[in-house]
């Protein structure tokens, strides 16, 4: 089932999270419309000079998300170029006042590849974690999807990153015809940087209501496509990922993957989808939120008992039986993210969205808001 628009629904309402309903696992909160970059393809259409969010919205936006989730869940600060905006840190801070942990920094990697202290200081203020553009390794893919070459900006940003003590996940806009071949590379670019990588996600390039400026169609991929192209090129095939608990199972898929001896050991060959199940039980949102906590406090808070022994024990081949092992285990966590276009919006899968973007009006599901909310003004 599909629409072309909200019609016999409230346009007020459709895709819009409200208190005591279902809840997303993740929010985004804008700050800023401008950026430093003009890429050919752009969902919220970002540019050079455009409109900073005062910070008293800011605050609002933060505070609705709060009042729709009763508790904070992890946020990530975006733009256009969030960096771009002097105060960023005083942001980070008004995050943090209000209750959020999980404070993850969405960015082109520009300027605290140029200024790391930059980064060092949004740590100290509570920053916990960079999503950094990333959408391959050779410059032909960045001057396709970027409009230039970013391949030594991403290197200076990784390394800001890692100076700052913090983590990052890759975040890859895979494009038909474009980047889709580089899949494995980008694999092993985050495996040799596995000591600041904690993920990649390789997310569809969708046509929203924004800037898509590349020659053809370049029709988006849709998720079992994505999952098949990974396993491709990967060996980690579409069995090694699970996305029936994030959302909707045509939005999203998670593999957490461990190296041992060289080799790539997916945690979802061992335990299946019953297996995972039983674990997360009643309290599974909050157990995916707690994740986010880090490998050790998610250990001795979940997995230190004979239950999530006995579960453990399943992968032998990558903890040798010894549950502890995972304290002391290398994995990368690699996603798949299958966006909607408009002409693809479904209902069904607007009412699971686990992704949420706080704006003014309201909480919305991110595809709900960026195919029929964002320009709607």
Known sequence: MTID?????STAQFGRFEAGGRQPLMAMVEVTNRCNMTCPVCFADARPSAPDVPLDRIRTRLEQLLHVTGTPIPIQISGGEPTLREDLPDIVDLARGIGYRNIELITNGIRIGSEPGLLRELADRGLTAVYLQFDGLEPETTLAIRGRDMSAVRQRALSAVRAAGLCCTLAVAVTRGVNDHEIKDIVRFGIAHIDVVRAINFQAAARMNGRFELDGRHEGYRLPELLELIGEQTGIGPEAFLSDHLGHPACNAMSPVFIVDGRLEPLFNYIDREDLRRFLGTDRREKILATFSGKRAFFFRHLCNPGAWKLIAKAGAIFGGNPYNVLKS????????????????????????????????????????????????
């Open 5 to 9: 628009s909200p019609k016999s629904r």
């Open 330 to 377: 290398r994995h990368l966590l690699l996603f798949a993210k299958g966006f909607m276009e408009r002409d693809a919006l479904d209902p069904q899968r607007v009412e699971r969205c686990c992704y949420a973007i706080t704006a003014e009006g309201g909480v919305f599901s991110f595809c709900a808001y960026n195919n029929l909310y964002r320009f709607a003004q």
